[in-house]
């Protein structure tokens, strides 16, 4: 039997989220229009959670982060998260040491869905 380390496998998924990053980097920066209509809000009226996303995440890309937060925080948030994240494995991928914040299982239940609602709730008030 091999012994092996098990944080320490290769994280290609990491070279994906990096991939993605950049091709959405110069999307933006391209000026190509992308992002699809709301489904939600031309059948209902009313904006959804991620309504305002594309736009933050295109303002994000050039680094305007009031604008982003303004279109839509949650977005912008997850987009901050996740690089915090990617940056976090990376380090654990060379071999830093990796600190993380423990959360107890009822506040890891509740937070998503009370930021979700908030959100959602600031989108419909703002008219984004």
Same mark, same amino acid.
């Given at each position: 039997? *091999?012994?092996?380390?098990?944080?320490?496998?290769?994280?290609?998924? =990491?070279?994906?989220?990096? $991939?993605?990053?950049?091709? &959405? +980097? +110069?999307?933006?920066?391209? @000026?190509?229009?992308?992002?699809?209509?709301? *489904?939600?809000?031309? /059948? #209902?009226?009313?904006?959804?959670?991620?309504?305002? @996303?594309?736009?933050?995440?295109? &303002?994000?890309?050039?680094?305007? $982060? @009031? #604008?982003?937060?303004?279109?839509?925080? =949650?977005? #912008?948030? =997850? &987009?901050? @998260? #996740?690089?915090? *994240? =990617?940056l976090s494995e990376l380090c654990r991928? /060379?071999?830093?040491?990796?600190?993380?914040?423990? $959360?107890?299982?009822? $506040?890891?239940?509740?937070?998503?869905? +009370? /930021?979700?609602?908030?959100?959602?709730?600031? /989108?419909?008030?703002?008219?984004?």
């Amino acid at each position: 039997m *091999i012994p092996t380390e098990p944080n320490r496998h290769p994280r290609y998924w =990491l070279w994906f989220y990096c $991939l993605i990053v950049l091709v &959405a +980097v +110069v999307l933006v920066r391209s @000026g190509i229009p992308f992002g699809p209509p709301c *489904i939600f809000r031309s /059948v #209902t009226g009313w904006p959804c959670c991620f309504c305002g @996303g594309t736009r933050a995440l295109r &303002a994000l890309a050039v680094f305007d $982060l @009031g #604008t982003a937060l303004s279109f839509n925080p =949650l977005t #912008t948030c =997850l &987009a901050l @998260g #996740t690089g915090v *994240i =990617l940056l976090s494995e990376l380090c654990r991928w /060379v071999g830093w040491r990796q600190a993380w914040l423990q $959360l107890p299982m009822r $506040l890891k239940f509740f937070l998503p869905w +009370v /930021v979700f609602f908030a959100n959602w709730f600031y /989108v419909i008030q703002h008219g984004v």
